[in-house]
């Protein structure tokens, strides 16, 4: 079986509005992938960006996989939630990226979107800090079949550092160069 370890972290987020985020992530691979040692989904602690433009989370990633093929390669499925002085949080930004196919030092640079508000009430309450709308179906965010009917603003940008080790895939065929 040939197999992928990636160890890095999510850095930080910048050019967000909101004063208080965190994120979600989740990897998501196909049906040959199984992940063997480590979480495929977390959340980062709440950042704070009063003072600039950038909320630091320095979340670690470790994760070792197992693939059967190359088929469904691994993406990196991010979701930036903003949150209030009354603990409620609401949706901020969508996005993901794909996992890259060489190994050593990467730095992913995930661009967000965010739905865009349909009416003049959606603006205000997204303003004032009652959230904005939220995905009912969140596969929509990596598999695309039906991103294309969504009206979307872009939101910020996610920084993840990973190193990715591949093993065995010579083994089988597969050469990196």
């Known amino acids: 079986m040939a197999e992928v370890y990636i160890i890095g972290q999510i850095l930080k987020a910048i050019d ?26 977390g959340q980062t602690v709440i950042g704070n960006n009063s003072l600039e433009n950038s909320s630091d989370f320095c979340h670690p990633l470790d994760l070792h996989l197992g693939a059967a093929s190359v088929q469904g390669w691994p993406k990196l499925h991010v979701e930036l939630h903003a949150v209030n002085v009354l603990n409620k949080s609401w ?27 349909t009416s003049w009430y959606d603006s205000i309450r997204e303003k004032f800090g009652g959230g904005g709308l939220a995905l009912c179906k969140e596969d929509l965010i990596y598999t695309g079949i039906e991103r294309y009917k969504l009206k979307t603003i872009s939101s910020g940008i996610v920084i993840v550092d990973i190193n990715l080790i591949l093993y065995n895939f010579a083994k089988f065929g597969v050469e990196f160069s």
């Open 91 to 117: 949706p901020i930004g969508y996005g993901f990226a794909h996992i890259p196919a060489r190994p050593g030092y990467h730095r992913l640079e995930i661009r967000t979107w965010k739905i865009a508000p």
């Open 16 to 41: 967000f509005e909101a004063p208080h985020i965190y994120c979600k992530w989740s990897l998501q691979s196909g049906s040959a992938w199984r992940v063997i040692e480590g979480d495929a989904l």
